[in-house]
Nanobody, 119 residues
Framework: QVQLVESGGGLVQAGGSLRLSCAVSGRTLSGYIMGWIRQAPGKEREIVTNIFGSGGSTWYADSVEGRFTTSKDNAKNTVYLQMDGLKPEDTAVYYC????????????WGQGTQVTVSS
C-alpha cells in the first residue's frame, strides 16, 4: 500500500516562501510520476507541477513557472515543493499525488496541506 503524507503548509504573507514535503511509503517513488495538485475554494483542481523519471524531469503550470520548484530525494523517498514569491491566489489545499502512467488518473493521494497567502 502506497501512502503519501504532506507537510509544510501554513500562513505566509505575499512575497514569502514555503516548502512543502511529501513523504512516500510503501513503494519507491522512482517508479512514479509525482504531482503537486492544488484546489482553492470554489475552483477546480489545478496540477501545479510534475516530477518524473530517474533524472527528475519537471513540468510546471504557467501560473507557477519561475516561482515554484519541485525536487525529489530518492534516498529519503520524498518529494518537495519550494514555493517562492507567493501570491494570495496561491492560497489552496495542496495535495501530493502519484501515478504510474501519463495516461492514467493519479492513483495515490496525500491528505493535503493548507497554504494560505495573505495580502
Amino acid at each position: 500500500q502506497v501512502q503519501l503524507v504532506e507537510s509544510g503548509g501554513g500562513l505566509v504573507q505575499a512575497g514569502g516562501s514555503l516548502r512543502l514535503s511529501c513523504a512516500v511509503s510503501g513503494r519507491t517513488l522512482s517508479g512514479y510520476i509525482m504531482g503537486w495538485i492544488r484546489q482553492a475554494p470554489g475552483k477546480e483542481r489545478e496540477i501545479v507541477t510534475n516530477i518524473f523519471g530517474s533524472g527528475g524531469s519537471t513540468w510546471y503550470a504557467d501560473s507557477v513557472e519561475g516561482r515554484f520548484t519541485t525536487s525529489k530525494d530518492n534516498a529519503k523517498n520524498t518529494v518537495y515543493l519550494q514555493m517562492d514569491g507567493l501570491k494570495p491566489e496561491d492560497t489552496a489545499v495542496y495535495y501530493c499525488a502519484a501515478k504510474t502512467s501519463w495516461f492514467s488518473a493519479y492513483e495515490y493521494w496525500g491528505q493535503g496541506t493548507q497554504v494560505t497567502v495573505s495580502s
